[in-house]
Structures are given as structure tokens and as C-alpha cells.
């Protein structure tokens, strides 16, 4: 075949003919890896096909590209892309594509259809994630996504990468690869050296439920494994809240996400025996190779699957060059006088970066409801009147501080790492008994006031919140302008007094709880103490997702919208809603649906998309229950959940004594009083971001037009 190399015919050499990708997975299928079988539509099938549809000439004008604007760009991008679809493929290459996956697929299989740059996944220029990928793909649909590939060569994005990194435009070619799909488990990626602190004799791998579309999407928290190299043990693991898992859809291509079973969320991907084994396949690669990798796997049954190896093209540090006082990425103490950590749970609820925007706002916000945990706990002068920092983009704590109020027992969740010996306190057990017999006693001032407090603020909190909203904000001179934002920040310092506290006490009341249950009930597993604190009534959480249930229901039993929402992007989909009654109706719907819920967003980031701003997430959600294989009510299961929790609460009742109930019962209504606060706190606390989100675009745009120096009295608002 002249067009077609299988991995069996394909090495590292084969980059100019096969691209990067195809190179690789050729290589490991040469030395013996276990790769799912797959061949290559080479870089020549692709000249052969810009030259048959005309697309010389468009290229040429990419030839001096620094004379070109901006939106000359975009409008040629368009251009090639659409002139690439619209075009058959050369009869002679359709019928190698079509024998090709017929003999090495299977007829009747499913294929991963993939992007492979002639000059991508090179150590001297990364050109990973800039072409496109396509899962789960029949034969009818084959020649389409090739085609897409082929297209995603052209973005605008791709275009300026290469303008960025001086590649000629007209000498990058692309091959696909097409690769029988692994019906994953588990899968995931993993790096053959530590790229945090570029440790060479560390393995980091990270896995999900399910397909790898999860950690690359970034809709799920991966489990985290850190190896030695040379002796293979576990030297520290996170396991992570697994709440979904990407799943091949029962029609079509692509990915949906699937609920994890509740017994599955919290539970390790990987066991002991799969780490050790998947850790030798990762050395096996590197040795290999010989320079660190970045490799994507799969498993499924009992065998593990290669799925991309490329070389880390970021590790700038060698493990010398490393600060060792640094250590891991946990705890950093660069400056002398205070310590810094990521770890009891800080890491798992922050695990993106923050922009600068988002942290000049969020800052204040901690260091607020630091200092207010802080006065109601302790008359003493703070260590540090700075409670969170971010380095490198991420949250940390301020350790020196926690260590000076919070006795060994409470500090075990930042213990679980080798260096900890370094940054644990140095105190005499007269000093820690103090400690002790002050954290109960402040523990249980601030579980009896918390949580009366923040239900006798947030009266007030939604009354001002409310004012803002009715605020005609077109009409405000800057002065007034920069007064709104501040009186915003300000109802954020004040919610965060209370609800940062609040989730302190919430991890300290469910450790007790789950404490108890292991000893007295022996839930190791913990499946008793998750089933006591669900199913809670009033849940703001459960409410919004009751609401989103009716959104999708309204397109569920519309063949029209759900056909128009199908075939649609997102802004043809809205644009188009007002051609028809239903479209109308469900417009007015998701419109309340906004209103009423569009100041939610991830991470309490203002540089992040709100509900209002961006309707595609909600829209992106209501696709994503449409075509999941199982569609549930979720107000049906929250009385599933909740019927579990009553029945648990009288089962746990009936095996316990007189003294063990009463106890049990007071931590029982303390430890469910302050979950539901925290379940709830998100919906609040993204209100005055939210407003202050709808007035920064306008007013940044307002000081650019005007010129005027009012950047300093905003940043020190």
C-alpha cells in the first residue's frame, strides 16, 4: 500500500513520513510494548490530497506570514478548513483507508482516530495538543475524521504556533493514525521523571475510572501515585473524589461522562500490584528511549495498553539544580521565617491555577476568614498576618501559622509526606498538651457559634446582594463604578469570615465521626459514614441539578430540540431558538434558569467562565445527560439517598449502648449541620465575583478608552 504503513512497518524513524505520533507508537510496537494494533495514513496521502483540492495556492500566502493581520489570518483559516471538508477523499487513498481498517480494526470495531505532525513531539518544539482527536469512530465515519484532522492543521491557534515558533507553514505536514480503541477501566498518564521537581529516580503516575478523556478533559481528579524508581515503593499517594468517568456513548463518536458507583469514588484506581506493574512498563519505556517520557495508558481486564509515549519537553531543572530546601511540592519554605503547604485537602479543592485577577480578589477573601478563625480561637499574635499565598499559580497555606495553633493530631494530614520530618514542630509535650486541651476547647466554641452566625448574616448577605443586582450600573459615574466593586469585595470578605472557618470544622467534625464509626462499627470502608451525611434536605447542590433535570427534560420531549441541539454548536443552537414555539419556550426556561442560578462557576476564579456569561456549559451539560447511557432523576436519588441515610442513622443506632448513642447522636446532628452548610456555601459565595465579574469587561474597557491611571486604586481596594 502507498499510502498506508502499519506500526509493524514504522519506526522513530519514520517522523517525515508518519508524524511524531505514528513514529512512536510504530517504535514501541517494534520493541515489543503492548500497543493496540493501528496503521498510519502517511504525510504523502495528505500532499496528495491539498494538491487535488486546490490548497497550494491558499498555503502560499502563509508564506511571508509577517505581513499578514490578525483577521487575515482567520478568514484564511476558514477558508482551507472548510475547502478541506468539502473535499473527497483521492479514490486511491479511500480504498487503501477502507482494506486497511477492514484488516487490521475489524469490520465491525471502533477506532481512535488521531493527529500526527511531521514535526510534532520533537524535544526541541512540542507540537502536542494542537491537532485534533477523534474516539470511538465506526468505518462509515472514517474518511470525515480523517478529514477533520487533516482541517485541524489549519486553525488559527495552529497557524500562530507556528508564526510563534518560525516553522515554515508550508513544510508541516500530517499523517493520522488510526488505532483500535481500548475499552478502558482505568487509564490515565504517567511521567517517567517527576516533572515538579525533576527528580530522576521518581515515577508520577496519575489514573481514573474509565477513558483518559477524563484527565484530559480535566472534568476529573485523577488519582496520584509518586514511585521510587529504584526500589518501587509507593513513596505517597492522593486519592481523589472520583465523582465521573468518560465512557464511550452507546451511538455515535466521541466520549459522555457517566457517574462513578458511590463505593467507587474514593477507592484507588490503581492497587499495589497494578502500580508495581505499570511502573516497570513505564522504566521499560524510558530505557528505551532513553530520555524521560510522558506516556498515555489504558487498562482493561488484567493487561495494560500503551496508548502515546513523547518526550517531556519541560523539565528545564536537573534533580541538582533543584532547591533542596524546596523538597516536594507540598511544603515550601523560601522564606526563612514561614513555611508553606498544599496538602490537607487544599490541593484537591484548588487544583487549577489561579489567574492574576481571580487572586487579587480570592486573597483578601482568605486572609479574612483566616483571621477571623484565628480571633475567635486565640488572643496570641499571629506568626504571619498572611494566611494564603500563591506560588507558581497555586493555593498554599500558611503552615507556620497552622503549626502554632493546632496540636500533632490535627496536623496528620500534612504528615503524609517523606520530608515531613523536616517542617513537623518542634514543641515539649507540656506544649502540646496545651495545645490539645486549647483546639477542644475552641473546636467546640466554634462548632456551637459557626454555623447560628452564617444563617444570621446571609439574611443581610442576599439583601445587599440583591441591591447590587438592581443596580443600573450603565449609569454610574467611575468614581462610582470602583465604590460598587469594593462594596462587592467587602460582601465577600464578609461571607468568607464565616464559610472558611466552616470548612475547617466541617473535615474536623466528619474525621471524628468517621473515627467513631471505625471503632465502634468497624467502617473501615467507610460505606455507613458516607450514607449518614447524604441525602440531606434543603441542599442548594441538589436543588440547581433538580433545575437542570427540567431543563433537559424540556429538550428530552422535544425531537426538535434535541435534533437541533444534536447537529448545533452551541451559538447556532441559541441563535436558532427563536424559529419555533418550543424554541421560544425552552429559551424563556433557560433564561429563569440563569437568572436564578448564572452566578455559579468552578473554582471561585472570576477569570472563569460564570453560568450567565458562557449558557454553552449548561447546554454542554444537558447534551451530555441526553446521550449518557443512563439518564437519572436526580431529585429520585436524592430520596434514594436519603431514605440510605434513615435507615443507616436507626441501624447505627440499634449496635450502640446507651452512652455510645448519646455521643453518636450529638456528633451525628453537628457533623450533618455542617456538611449541608458547606454543600451550600458554594452556592453563595460565587454571588458578589459574579457581580463584579459583569462589571469588569466594561469598566477595563472604559479605562483603556480613556486613558486614565486608575489601575493602583483598584488593585488596592
Known amino acids: 500500500m502507498m499510502f498506508i504503513k502499519e506500526f509493524g512497518q514504522i519506526d522513530i524513524n519514520s517522523i517525515q513520513e508518519v508524524g511524531g505520533k505514528g513514529a512512536n507508537l510504530g517504535e514501541m510496537t517494534q520493541a515489543g510494548l503492548p500497543v493496540p494494533p493501528g496503521y498510519c495514513i502517511t504525510a504523502e496521502a495528505y500532499r496528495q490530497f491539498v494538491s487535488r483540492a486546490g490548497l497550494d495556492e491558499l498555503l502560499a500566502q502563509l508564506a511571508e506570514p509577517s505581513t499578514m493581520k490578525n483577521e487575515d489570518i482567520a478568514l484564511l483559516s476558514q477558508e482551507i478548513s472548510q475547502r478541506i471538508l468539502e473535499t473527497p477523499l483521492p479514490e486511491e487513498v479511500a480504498q487503501e483507508v477502507v482494506q486497511a481498517f477492514t484488516q487490521v480494526i475489524g469490520h465491525g470495531s471502533l477506532a481512535a482516530v488521531r493527529s500526527s505532525a511531521t514535526a510534532e513531539d520533537l524535544p526541541e518544539a512540542s507540537f502536542a495538543g494542537q491537532q485534533e482527536s477523534y474516539l470511538n469512530i465506526p468505518l462509515s465515519e472514517l474518511s470525515n475524521h480523517i478529514k477533520l484532522c487533516w482541517a485541524s492543521l489549519w486553525t488559527e491557534r495552529a497557524i500562530h504556533y507556528r508564526i510563534n515558533n518560525s516553522f515554515d507553514q508550508r513544510q508541516v505536514f500530517l499523517a493520522v493514525v488510526v488505532q483500535q480503541m481500548v475499552d478502558s477501566e482505568v487509564s490515565g498518564v504517567a511521567f517517567s521523571v517527576n516533572p515538579l521537581n525533576a527528580k530522576e529516580n521518581e515515577i508520577v503516575i496519575e489514573s481514573v475510572w474509565g477513558l483518559g478523556e477524563g484527565i484530559v478533559s480535566g472534568k476529573v481528579t485523577p488519582d496520584h501515585y509518586v514511585i521510587n524508581k529504584q526500589n518501587d515503593p509507593i513513596i505517597r499517594y492522593i486519592i481523589a473524589d472520583k465523582e465521573k468517568m468518560a465512557v464511550h456513548p452507546l451511538n455515535g463518536p466521541g466520549t459522555t461522562f457517566a457517574e462513578v458507583a458511590e463505593d467507587q469514588r474514593q477507592r484507588s484506581s490503581l492497587s499495589k500490584k497494578d502500580i508495581l506493574e505499570l511502573t516497570e512498563l513505564i522504566k521499560r519505556i524510558e530505557e528505551h528511549y532513553q530520555f524521560p517520557q510522558d506516556i498515555e495508558w489504558a487498562k482493561t481486564g488484567n493487561r495494560y495498553y500503551i496508548l502515546q509515549a513523547r518526550p517531556i519537553t519541560t523539565l528545564h531543572k536537573s534533580t ?118 486549647g483546639s477542644i476547647k475552641a473546636g467546640n466554641k466554634l462548632i456551637n457559634s459557626l454555623a447560628k452566625a452564617f444563617y444570621a448574616m446571609l439574611p443581610d448577605y442576599l439583601d445587599n446582594i440583591d441591591k447590587h443586582k438592581k443596580t ?214 460565587t454571588m458578589p465575583f459574579s457581580l463584579i465579574k459583569k462589571l469588569w469587561s466594561p469598566l477595563r474597557k472604559d479605562l483603556q478608552r480613556k486613558d486614565i491611571c486608575l489601575i493602583h486604586r483598584i488593585s488596592t481596594i
Request: glycine residues 4%.
Open 472 to 685: 443600573d450600573v450603565k449609569s454610574l459615574t467611575m468614581p462610582e463604578l470602583l465604590d460598587y466593586i469594593k462594596n462587592n469585595l467587602e460582601l465577600a470578605k464578609q461571607f468568607f469570615q464565616l464559610q472558611l472557618p466552616s470548612l475547617s470544622v466541617t473535615e474536623a467534625l466528619y474525621n471524628m465521626l468517621t473515627g467513631f464509626m471505625k471503632k465502634w462499627l468497624g467502617d473501615e470502608d467507610l460505606s455507613l459514614s458516607s450514607k449518614l451525611v447524604s441525602g440531606l434536605p434543603d441542599n442548594l447542590t441538589v436543588r440547581t441539578n433538580n433545575k437542570l433535570w427540567e431543563l433537559t427534560e424540556t429538550v428530552a420531549s422535544s425531537p426538535y430540540l434535541r435534533e437541533l441541539l444534536a447537529q448545533s454548536t452551541i451559538p447556532e443552537f441559541l441563535s436558532r431558538l427563536d424559529d419555533s414555539i418550543v424554541g421560544k419556550a425552552f429559551k424563556a426556561k433557560l433564561t429563569d434558569f440563569l437568572g436564578d442560578y448564572g452566578h455559579l462557576n468552578v473554582n471561585m476564579d472570576i477569570a472563569e467562565d460564570f453560568w450567565w456569561e458562557n449558557p454553552g456549559i449548561i447546554l454542554a451539560m444537558v447534551k451530555g445527560s441526553l446521550t449518557a447511557d443512563k439518564r437519572i432523576n436526580p431529585e429520585e436519588r436524592e430520596q434514594q439517598k436519603q431514605k440510605e441515610r434513615e435507615e443507616t442513622e436507626v441501624l447505627v443506632r440499634s449496635k450502640l449502648n446507651f452512652v455510645q448513642r448519646a455521643i453518636f447522636d450529638k456528633l451525628l446532628k453537628s457533623t450533618q449541620s455542617y456538611m449541608l452548610l458547606r454543600d451550600n456555601r458554594h452556592f453563595y459565595v
Open 320 to 437: 541538582e539544580q533543584v532547591d533542596e530546601h524546596i523538597g516536594e511540592s507540598e511544603f515550601f519554605n523560601f522564606d526563612p521565617e514561614l513555611e508553606w503547604t498544599n496538602l490537607g485537602g487544599v490541593k484537591e479543592r484548588y487544583n487549577k491555577p489561579s489567574s492574576v485577577l481571580g487572586w487579587s480578589i480570592l486573597e483578601p477573601c482568605d486572609t479574612e476568614g483566616g483571621l477571623y478563625a484565628y480571633r475567635s480561637i486565640s488572643k496570641k499574635e499571629l506568626p504571619s498576618p498572611i494566611f494564603a499565598a500563591n506560588i507558581y499559580g497555586y493555593l498554599y497555606l500558611n503552615f507556620t501559622n497552622l503549626k502554632s495553633l493546632q496540636p500533632l493530631k490535627m496536623l496528620e494530614p500534612y504528615s503524609s509526606v517523606p520530608d515531613w520530618q523536616q517542617f513537623a514542630p518542634k514543641r515539649t509535650w507540656f506544649k502540646e498538651l496545651t495545645l490539645t486541651i
